[in-house]
């Protein structure tokens, strides 16, 4: 079974100011997805950042960027240069092999102008 | 592209009622997934479906509920008899094959009274 835990249920940071969200996870897939899905208060789920298992280097979006240690089972998010319109519900997803996603309990990113 | 589309967005119901909740998924995706999201639970997979055949529904919480996607362009979330337990934001998602990702549609919020 996967586990994904997020222990920051909120966060907030400062309008241009840069927050890192954290998130570890377990599993028994030796290749799988990791994922930052968005939901802001309109409740739509927005993928923010996707990162393949199998590679070394870190998934990069604009000003989202995630720090992906495999061995330690940790997958944080980077959220540089902070926007008023960051502000959502933020959770850390895997999936296993038969495309089934495992979320996170989330956590709620406030953005202070 | 439209995205996943629901219908309908909002839902208010008696308790003892039947509900159908729609979902029409992104053209071309070949899966397609059914998630209720609450406060207390989080969000849930309730069942998914690949090329239109039904593969996992251990999430479905009981008899009450069916889905159905009769072609690869729609499929329906049935509650029957509803219960004011099963209020809750209830999202569809497509994916294209082994690609991962996930597309959410806007969700249905559901009360049942």
């Known amino acids: 079974a996967q586990t994904v835990t997020q222990s920051q249920p909120e966060m907030s940071v400062q309008e241009a100011e840069t927050v890192t969200l954290s998130c570890t996870y377990d599993?028994?897939?030796?290749?799988?997805?990791l994922f930052w899905y968005k939901q802001p208060p309109s409740r739509q789920m927005i993928l923010v950042i996707r990162?393949?298992?199998?590679?070394?280097q870190n998934a990069t979006e604009n000003r989202f960027s995630v720090n992906f240690q495999k061995a330690a089972k940790s997958f944080s998010l980077k959220i540089s240069d902070s926007q008023l319109g960051d502000a959502a519900m933020y959770f850390c997803?895997?999936?296993?092999?038969?495309?089934?996603?495992?979320f996170g309990g989330g956590t709620r990113l406030m953005v202070k102008p | 592209d439209a995205g996943v589309i629901q219908s309908p967005r909002h839902e208010v119901t008696e308790m003892g009622q039947e509900v159908t909740l729609r979902c029409k998924p992104i053209?071309?995706?070949?899966?397609l997934f059914w998630y209720r999201q609450t406060m207390m639970r989080g969000l849930e997979l309730l069942i998914y479906?690949?090329?239109?055949?039904?593969?996992?529904d251990s999430g479905m919480p009981e008899d009450r509920f069916s889905a159905k996607m009769p072609n690869a362009s729609f499929s329906t979330l049935k509650i029957q008899p509803s219960e004011p337990r099963d209020s809750a934001v209830y999202f569809c998602?497509?994916?294209?094959?082994?690609?991962?990702?996930?597309?959410f549609g806007p969700g249905t919020r559901l009360t049942v009274t």
């Open positions: 998602a497509s994916s294209a094959g082994r690609s991962y990702e996930q597309y």
């Open positions: 599993t028994s897939e030796s290749d799988y997805y």
């Open positions: 990162q393949e298992a199998y590679k070394q």
């Open positions: 997803v895997t999936n296993n092999a038969g495309n089934m996603l495992t």
């Open positions: 053209s071309g995706h070949d899966y």
């Open positions: 479906f690949n090329n239109n055949v039904p593969i996992d």
